[in-house]
């Protein structure tokens, strides 16, 4: 299957400072990107739609301006945590569609603690 | 978009048959069926999807019921490496095409 590496696997930061974490698809392009997050114990809870040359769109209740999308080759999104807090310590999970449409591919995630 | 029911979790004796049951009874006519799993701390992993005939690939086989409203996973001969989260979606359509919503999933015990 299709590969997707996300970079960092893990990071943790100052409570205030802002976190880039990114997504690449490696061996296919990919014109939407997807990013989740995940609680412990918790299921992925999908947070946007990062689509290549355009805005994100954002699922209700997740604020655009703290979590700001880029897309900007068909191989890379990046999701930017502005100003994290402790409560945005989460797992964070990006995925890309593969040529066809039909299958997202799962990046290893990227676990972020905010002290 | 179609909601899924999945028993929160399941045990299983290695070398046996996991069948993994998911009820998806909302689902739309052209709205595929997905699975994937997730181990401890890693990324969702893709294992098969279907629209209504059966489907099998090296992994497992995915059996969608004649009326649609539900499915059954199998993965024929379960090892520990097989213990995870398993993940019944249906794939949203129209506004919402190709968005995955997670449901609870079903965890699953591989035991010696």
């Known amino acids: 299957g299709a590969v997707v590496s996300q970079h960092p696997s893990r990071v943790i930061c100052k409570s205030g400072t802002s976190v880039k974490i990114e997504c690449r698809s490696l061996?296919?392009?990919?014109?939407?990107m997807f990013w989740y997050r995940q609680f412990p114990k918790q299921s992925l809870m999908l947070m946007a739609t990062s689509n290549e040359g355009s805005k994100a769109t954002y699922e209700q209740g997740v604020e655009k301006d703290k979590f700001l999308i880029n897309h900007a080759s068909l191989t890379l999104s990046t999701l930017t945590v502005t100003s994290a807090h402790p409560e945005d310590s989460s797992f964070y999970i990006c995925?890309?569609?593969?040529?066809?449409?039909?299958?997202?591919?799962f990046g290893a995630g990227t676990r972020l603690s905010v002290l | 978009d179609a909601k899924t029911t999945q028993p929160p979790s399941m045990d299983c004796a290695e070398g046996r048959a996991a069948n993994l049951p998911c009820n998806h009874s909302?689902?739309?006519?052209?709205?595929?069926v997905y699975w994937y799993r997730q181990i401890h701390s890693q990324g969702p992993q893709y294992i098969i999807h279907?629209?209504?005939n059966n489907e099998t690939n090296e992994m497992a086989s995915l059996i969608i019921t004649e009326d649609r409203k539900s499915s059954t996973l199998i993965l024929p001969h379960a090892t520990l490496r097989d213990t995870a989260v398993y993940y019944c979606i249906v794939r949203s359509q129209g506004y919402n095409f190709n968005k995955f919503y997670f449901g609870s999933g079903t965890k699953l015990n591989v035991k010696p």
């Open positions: 061996d296919f392009q990919a014109t939407t």
């Open positions: 995925s890309a569609r593969d040529w066809g449409g039909n299958i997202q591919y």
């Open positions: 909302t689902i739309s006519g052209n709205e595929y």
């Open positions: 279907g629209l209504k």
